[in-house]
């Protein structure tokens, strides 16, 4: 029963590298988000897909990219990475229910710095 | 658009004293309310939500929670605390019309010995 599935969970880059990370759920849900946590500031919305083939920003989008590759899994691109973006990246997944009242499920989180 | 303070940045308190922290959301329609809790190096994980009905919610771990919708208010309780309950908690809200969730920046919890 793995639920949200993050990788890779540790990572450095230097300013200017790519990376890719990656999120997979087996709990059949439609919509998936990416957020970043830095202290202090809670949670904020990177991008999130209401249903596979939609994609929409959300708070924080600039110097991202995503891709909802099908139902299950929904990647987070950085094209060319910077100081600012060091932070703690969660994807979460929701099921359909009235109208937002499902809860979200959360991976364990990606730990990215960039030097 | 909706949005949630929370009230305090940190509390501590002492082992099996209670503890309240403090969640309030402003809305222009109805909401669903959650709060969820986060241990070190970990995801989050639900404690409790409110989606209509009673106002007082019960959750995991002993947590219960109160909707104050004059107050526009959603305060996490809990009798008495264990070491375990250290952690980050947060609160947050959601709506019938947008996909999208909008969390607090988080109450970190304390639990003293």
């Known amino acids: 029963n793995a639920g949200v599935t993050q990788t890779p969970k540790f990572q450095v880059l230097k300013t200017g590298q790519s990376m890719t990370l990656q999120c997979a759920q087996d709990?059949?849900?439609?919509?998936m988000y990416w957020y970043r946590q830095d202290p202090g500031m809670g949670l904020r919305l990177i991008y999130y897909?209401?249903?596979?083939?939609t994609t929409d920003k959300g708070e924080v989008p600039n110097g991202y990219n995503v891709s909802r590759l099908n139902k299950r899994e929904f990647s987070l691109r950085l094209e060319s990475a910077a100081p600012s973006q060091t932070s703690v990246y969660f994807c979460?997944?929701?099921?359909w229910g009235t109208g937002g009242n499902q809860p979200q499920h959360f991976g364990d989180g990606t730990r990215l710095s960039i030097l | 658009a909706q949005s949630v303070t929370q009230l305090d940045s940190q509390v501590p308190v002492f082992e099996e004293a209670p503890v309240e922290l403090r969640c309030n959301y402003s809305?222009?329609?109805?909401?669903?309310l959650f709060w969820y809790v986060q241990y070190p190096n970990q995801g989050l994980q639900l404690l409790l939500k409110?989606?209509?009905?009673?106002?007082l919610v019960k959750g995991i771990n002993g947590f219960e929670a109160e909707f104050n919708k004059s107050q526009t208010s959603f305060h996490l309780r809990k009798p008495s605390v264990h070491i375990s309950d250290t952690a980050e908690y947060f609160c947050a809200v959601s709506d019938p019309f947008n996909n999208d969730m909008r969390f607090g920046a988080g109450t970190r919890l304390t639990v003293k010995p």
């Open positions: 709990m059949n849900h439609n919509s």
């Open positions: 409110y989606l209509s009905g009673s106002t």
């Open positions: 979460a997944s929701r099921g």
């Open positions: 809305s222009s329609v109805s909401v669903y």
């Open positions: 897909s209401a249903s596979e083939g």
